[in-house]
């Protein structure tokens, strides 16, 4: 056990720059997915919620059919299977590309709940007293839904957190595939697999302590509302 962490004291120094560097790039690409889920979640929760059949049978058909599909799938095709059509994206714009637009039907499903919990009675009070429906939404709806969608919300972006680490398989620059092009070439798989490990959970676990931390502040103020 003390040979095993011996190489880290003699490596890390080597190591640590460029798995620092990967951090940074497994950021910006979880930065950049969830954006897109966020945007696109929304305008696919707000299309199912839609009036307008056509509009909420597309939103319901894409949800679940990239329920139904692995990412890796949906990475393979934005990155390799569209290039014949002439479409060429680097491996970090086809990772978030790839990654925003799957969890995206899961954070549709989470605003949909969440705007659902709001009575139906505020809004046709809101749009009595003269408000669009687009108002409506934006000042009476999404503000009290927040505090209800945020925990989820939340462990959406842990779970698109590491989800980036199968982005190593289209050469994505973030931790994973730094840590394997340091394993083959230091002969360490088992180190830099655990250092990597480590600083994915040293990502994701405050984020999950945050989530957990403001579920249980709105599980409070429902009991003592």
């Known amino acids: 056990m003390i040979q095993f962490f011996e190489i880290y004291v003699a490596k890390l120094p080597e190591w640590w720059p460029e798995m620092l560097a990967a951090a940074g790039s497994t950021l ?79 954070v549709a499903e989470i605003f949909r709940s969440g705007i659902e919990t709001i009575h139906r009675g505020q809004r046709e009070a809101a749009l009595a007293v003269g408000m669009t429906p687009r108002q409506t939404l934006r000042y009476i709806v999404l503000p009290q839904a927040t505090a209800i969608m945020l925990p989820p919300l939340i462990n959406m972006l842990v779970i698109v957190l590491k989800d980036t680490s199968i982005c190593s398989l289209i050469s994505a620059p973030e931790i994973m595939l730094r840590a394997k092009d340091l394993a083959s070439t230091y002969f360490r798989p088992m180190h830099l697999y655990v250092l990597a490990g480590a600083m994915y959970f040293a990502m994701a676990w405050p984020l999950s302590l945050m989530a957990r931390g403001w579920a249980r502040r709105l599980g409070r103020g429902r009991h003592g509302a």
């Not at 690409?29 to 897109?36: D, N, P, R, S, V």
């Not at 002439?86 to 714009?93: D, E, Q, Y």
């Open 28 to 106: 910006l690409l979880t930065g950049y997915a969830f954006g897109i889920a966020i945007v696109f979640g929304l305008c696919l929760a707000l299309a199912k919620l839609s009036r307008n059949r056509v509009l909420s049978r597309a939103a319901t058909l894409y949800v679940e059919l990239m329920r139904g599909i692995p990412t890796l799938v949906v990475l393979f095709i934005i990155y390799f299977a569209i290039v014949p059509l002439g479409i060429t994206l680097s491996a970090l714009v086809a990772g978030a590309l790839g990654l925003g637009i799957h969890a995206a039907a899961y």
